[in-house]
């Protein structure tokens, strides 16, 4: 379970070890942005993308039965 006082990296290792596919992080910069961090459990850190380009990846991975 993530408690809130863990570091970023604490949190990213839990989510690895729980096999969770997309991590998104989303800190001020991303915010103002409108923007995140995408990061998956096997390819690694993806980068920064506009919410709407990932939302419609995942949509496409939902919908091919990828994820």
Request: proline residues 3%; aromatic residues 2%.
């Given at each position: 379970m993530n408690n809130d006082a863990d570091k970023i990296g604490a949190k990213i290792r839990l989510a690895?070890?729980?096999r969770i596919p997309y991590m998104l992080v989303?800190?001020?910069k991303e915010a103002a942005a409108?923007?995140?961090a995408v990061r998956?459990?096997?390819k690694g850190d993806l980068?920064?993308?506009p919410i709407a380009e990932f939302?419609?990846?995942i949509a496409a991975?939902?919908?091919e039965r990828r994820l």
């Amino acid at each position: 379970m993530n408690n809130d006082a863990d570091k970023i990296g604490a949190k990213i290792r839990l989510a690895q070890l729980d096999r969770i596919p997309y991590m998104l992080v989303l800190g001020e910069k991303e915010a103002a942005a409108q923007c995140v961090a995408v990061r998956h459990s096997k390819k690694g850190d993806l980068g920064v993308k506009p919410i709407a380009e990932f939302l419609a990846e995942i949509a496409a991975e939902v919908k091919e039965r990828r994820l």
